[in-house]
Each structure stands twice: as structure tokens, then as C-alpha cells.
């Protein structure tokens, strides 16, 4: 049986249509790698998460919109943008217990700020207020560019998973966000980062765990450029051997 991915959702009340989606992208991509995509709607019943995660033999956590800030302990700042404190709430649950379980969990640009405050770290609420270290900041969130067109590059550690699966010290990638990692949590080491310093990729610093977290989209590229598939192909083969 192939490797059952969980895959969170988003949730909009204030849409013409009251449901729990996720972007095809993602679940095209989990096949491409070889995974059973099973979207996980989001619940607010946070208790329900264990039963969810007992189901999954990985957690994938993908993108959307901003994290309340009231979870990594700070208060709102200028340029943060629309929130749902009931949809961190139960991926924050999924995500404690997915960790519990031991399954691998692989973060996708919201997801991989998500696995940050999870483990006890912060956010940049919005990169157009902020200078990082006095170099300008890349618009990381172009407008009207494509998402399945590549953007700017990002330089990757060569002792790092993301190494492992492309090969190479520098990447061209997608970009879709405004917000980014401030304080990089414990147990997270820091494995790639654009050429303004913001943080694309991090990984467990243990290294028996699989956590992964990318800034980028991977899943909008999948399609277009099939190099990218490897990423998924490599969080599903780590889900199957976790199972």
C-alpha cells in the first residue's frame, strides 16, 4: 500500500461556499512521489488530531495564511495580513502529535513557519518593514509572477537533506510570502536561505527524525519541473519506512 500523507487544509467561512479545501498542487505532488494524498479538513476540536495522525504515515503541513502572532508570544505588528487562529490551533495539535508519533513531517512555506512556532520559535510578521542585517530584501512576494515559474535563487548547506535531493549548493525557486522565520527554533538547524539572509529550509538537527520545512512552493513546480519531484519521492520514502 503506498505511504498515506496527511495533508492540512484550509478552512473559509466567509467563502460563497462553506468547505475544507487543499490546492491540487499538493495533491498532484504527493503522487508524483509515490504518497496517497489524504486531505485533512480542519477541525476544531483539536482532541481529534491523534485519531487523524494515527491514520497518516507522514504529516505534510502547506501553505496559506498568516500565523496568529498570539503563538509565538508577540502582539500584532504593521503588515500582518488576514489570520486563523482556529486553523493554527488544529495544525499546531497535528502537529504535536505527528511529532509523538514519529512519522515524518515535511512543512511547506506556512507549514514550514508553522513547524517553526511549534517548536518554540518566531516569525517576521512582514518582510516589507524589516531590513535583515542591513541587506535590501528580495520581494519574496512578487505580484502577478506565476507560481510555477522559477524567481530567485537560495544557497543550500551541503550537509543538509536538501542537499541530498538536488544535488547542488544553489537552487532556483518559486516565491509566494511575506512573512518568514525570526528565531529559529531548538531543534532546528537552518539548511538554506535567499541571498537577503531569510530562511528557505530547515531540518531536524536529530538526525533519526525526518522534520523538513521549505519556504518555498515546491508543489506549484512539480508539474513544470520535474526536478523538484525528488523532494516529495524523498518525504514519501521516509514515510514509508517510518510505517
Not at 476544531?44 to 503563538?71: C, H, N, Q
Request: negative net charge; proline residues 7%; charged residues 20%.
Amino acid at each position: 500500500m503506498k505511504p498515506r500523507i496527511g495533508i492540512s487544509s484550509f478552512y473559509d467561512p466567509q467563502a460563497r461556499s462553506d468547505y475544507s479545501a487543499v490546492n491540487n498542487n499538493y495533491i498532484a505532488s504527493v503522487l508524483r512521489g509515490g504518497g496517497l494524498p489524504c486531505p485533512i479538513p480542519v477541525c476544531t476540536e483539536t482532541a481529534m488530531a491523534a485519531a487523524y495522525i494515527e491514520a497518516m504515515d507522514g504529516l505534510l503541513l502547506s501553505g496559506g495564511k498568516d500565523i496568529d502572532p498570539a503563538f509565538y508570544n508577540e502582539e500584532p505588528a504593521l503588515g500582518l495580513g488576514v489570520i486563523d487562529a482556529e486553523r493554527d490551533a488544529w495544525e499546531l495539535a497535528l502537529f504535536a502529535e505527528a511529532s509523538k508519533a514519529g512519522i515524518p513531517i515535511f512543512g511547506i512555506c506556512r507549514g514550514h513557519q508553522l513547524i517553526n512556532v511549534a517548536m518554540g520559535g518566531s516569525l517576521v510578521q512582514d518582510l516589507g518593514q524589516v531590513r535583515l542585517e542591513a541587506k535590501p530584501i528580495l520581494p519574496h512576494y512578487p505580484k502577478d509572477f506565476p507560481m510555477d515559474r522559477l524567481y530567485h535563487h537560495i544557497e543550500v548547506e551541503e550537509d543538509s537533506l536538501l542537499y541530498k535531493v538536488f544535488g547542488k549548493t544553489r537552487l532556483r525557486v518559486n516565491s509566494s510570502h511575506h512573512q518568514a522565520v525570526k528565531v529559529l527554533a531548538p531543534g532546528l538547524r537552518a539548511t538554506a536561505a535567499a541571498a537577503d539572509d531569510v530562511l528557505e529550509g530547515f531540518e531536524s538537527t536529530d538526525g533519526s527524525r525526518f522534520i523538513l520545512g521549505v519556504q518555498f512552493h515546491p508543489e506549484a513546480l512539480t508539474a513544470r519541473f520535474p526536478e523538484f519531484i525528488p523532494l516529495f519521492r524523498t518525504f514519501v520514502e521516509a514515510c514509508d519506512q517510518s510505517a
